[in-house]
């Protein structure tokens, strides 16, 4: 064979071997196509028939026209499969969005009962855990476990499949931390560590940042390195404070500013440009005529400067009404009764009933023109006894149950009255020991009490010198009213009152509010009953109640 027969062999096979490879040849005789592949995500790898075209995203070029099978496979999701005919010369976009898929991990250490924390968010259960759902691709584990080694590692969730690791959590060195701090109330947080703080927490040796804080003081950030041992660390606070300024009208309003000090509460007089100590405090303001205001504030170093305006009552004194229930009928009868000032307790009386001081009504309020009656009451609660009596044998929390009922049938505020509001409505402008005047002897007209017609019946009572008709209990309204117009505020049954029971006034408000700080279970009853002696009679008379009895029951008052 001579060397032209060769090389005519030779070229036949590389025509014939460039064909079936989709050389040159076939591209001249069909052309070529083009493909434009892109995933998400980004980075699967892309087969075109059977053959490695690399990763996306990309371009595939001298692609043989005609059907084509194109395959893109990524490790964290399901291949998808494409088949795909290209004409010659075409361009192809190709977009392919994976479905999602999930797998599981399962989590051990050594030693067990570490907690997890993946991607963030804590895991429901500690180890050994495992958590399905997950969704596919690279994550971040980190397990805890107090004393030991903190372990941080990236593991790999495929679809469908179960990934396992292990931690080996080596113990590490611990000391203990305690905080002294000033105040002793304040609050210590380890900041950026996994561990809450107590005193003599036990934590691995190394650096924390601790934050104190308390109210009112400035809060201090430190750097605090625990050894092995005990360490303590004093923290000192320092108080901050900022001036307060109030513009208010009337000008004349009484104003009151509490706030909570190092020993308690504290409740001062306001004066222009005081100081108070960071943290939340309250202005309350007082004027006869006008509403109460109050505010709830926070101080800080700046300063707060308030201008506030009281709301004046305009209210007919002497009004009497009804408040209509939803349920049908009326609530009981009540009378307006106006602001004022009058001197409650009585000198050389009780001792309970001293120090005598002046108390400022500043708003007038509405008070049951009568003791509440067992017809009243059965509004609320089928009570025995006679309708037109006072309701007896009633407890507070019997008292309170009809007062929210009142105030959620009618949309008004009912409650009792404070004790200062109580012998203000009872004495009407008067400052002897009765309404009506200082001798006892007149009082069977104006009320039901210890009297001949009693010492009768009981000949051990002590009685005042007169017979007012009744033995027990006597229907409301059967005896005159006072200058308010209120009846039975002598005798009948003993009122209870909102406050509770002081041996005397020291240290009681000002004014009309209820009374409440250092209470025990006793409450402050007034009035006096059927039964009770002259020397307990008169306007400023108190005495003391835990329970129901027979001779007990209660006058209504509503805020206007």
């Known amino acids: 064979m001579n060397r032209w027969t060769l090389l005519a062999v030779a070229l036949a096979v590389l025509v014939v071997a460039d064909w079936f490879s989709g050389g040159v040849g076939p591209r001249l005789v069909f052309g070529a196509a083009s493909l ?10 892309a087969m075109v028939n059977g053959e490695r075209a690399g990763t996306t995203p ?8 005609g059907p084509l099978v194109l395959r893109v496979e990524h490790p964290y999701h399901q291949p998808e499969l494409r088949r795909l005919t290209l004409g010659r010369g075409e361009r192809r976009n190709v977009e392919v969005a994976f479905a999602p898929a999930v797998g599981s991990l399962a989590i051990v250490t050594n030693p067990r009962g570490a907690d997890v924390v993946l991607d963030g968010e804590p895991a429901v259960d500690v180890t050994p855990v495992r958590i399905d759902g997950i969704p596919t691709g690279m994550h971040e584990v980190v397990v805890s476990l107090h004393g030991r080694e903190r372990k941080t590692a990236r593991v790999e969730v495929f679809p469908g499949a179960r990934t396992d690791r292990t931690f080996e959590l080596e113990r590490v060195p611990m000391g203990t931390l305690s905080v002294q701090t000033v105040p002793g109330s304040a609050a210590v947080t380890l900041v950026d560590a996994p561990a809450k703080y107590r005193p003599g927490a036990e934590l691995p040796v190394g650096d924390y940042r601790v934050r104190v804080a308390a109210p009112g003081y400035g809060p201090q950030e430190r750097n605090v390195e625990v050894r092995q041992g005990r360490n303590v660390v004093d923290v000192t606070l320092a108080r901050v404070f900022g001036p307060l300024s109030i513009s208010i009208r009337p000008s004349g309003a009484r104003v009151r500013v509490t706030y909570r000090d190092v020993d308690g509460r504290r409740t001062l007089a306001y004066e222009d440009g005081m100081e108070l100590p960071a943290g939340a405090f309250s202005v309350r303001a007082t004027a006869v005529g006008y509403r109460n205001l109050e505010r709830n504030l926070t101080m800080d170093g700046d300063g707060v400067a308030l201008q506030l305006a009281m709301q004046r009552f305009e209210v007919t004194p002497g009004q009497r009404f009804r408040d209509r229930l939803r349920s049908g009928g009326e609530g009981p009868e009540l009378v307006v009764v106006p602001a004022g000032t009058f001197r409650m307790g009585r000198e050389g009386g009780a001792f309970n009933e001293g120090p005598a001081r002046e108390v400022r009504v500043t708003q007038p309020f509405a008070i049951g023109v009568y003791e509440a009656t067992v017809a009243d009451f059965r509004r609320h609660d089928p009570w025995p006894g006679e309708p037109g009596l006072p309701v007896r044998n009633v407890s507070l929390r019997d008292v309170q149950g009809y007062l929210a009922f009142l105030s959620g049938e009618t949309g008004y505020r009912y409650r009792l009255p404070t004790e200062a509001e109580w012998e203000y409505a009872a004495r009407a402008g008067g400052s002897e020991d009765f309404y009506f005047g200082g001798d006892v002897g007149g009082i069977c007209r104006h009320g039901n009490v210890g009297d001949l017609a009693m010492r009768e019946r009981f000949r051990q009572y002590d009685a005042v010198d007169c017979d007012d008709g009744f033995v027990r209990v006597a229907p409301v309204g059967s005896f005159a009213p006072n200058a308010f117009g209120l009846h039975d505020v002598f005798g009948n049954v003993e009122e209870w009152v909102a406050d509770c029971w002081h041996p005397s006034y020291a240290g009681a408000p000002g004014d009309a509010r209820q009374w409440t700080e250092g209470c025990y279970s006793s409450r402050v009853v007034r009035g006096g009953a059927f039964d009770t002696p002259p020397g307990d009679l008169r306007a400023s008379a108190r005495n003391m109640g835990s ?10 008052v509503r805020e206007l």
């Open 58 to 65: 990309l371009t595939v070029s001298d692609v043989r026209p």
């Open 36 to 45: 434009e592949i892109r995933t998400v995500p980004e980075g699967a790898v």
């Open 547 to 556: 329970a129901p009895t027979d001779s007990r029951g209660f006058r209504v």
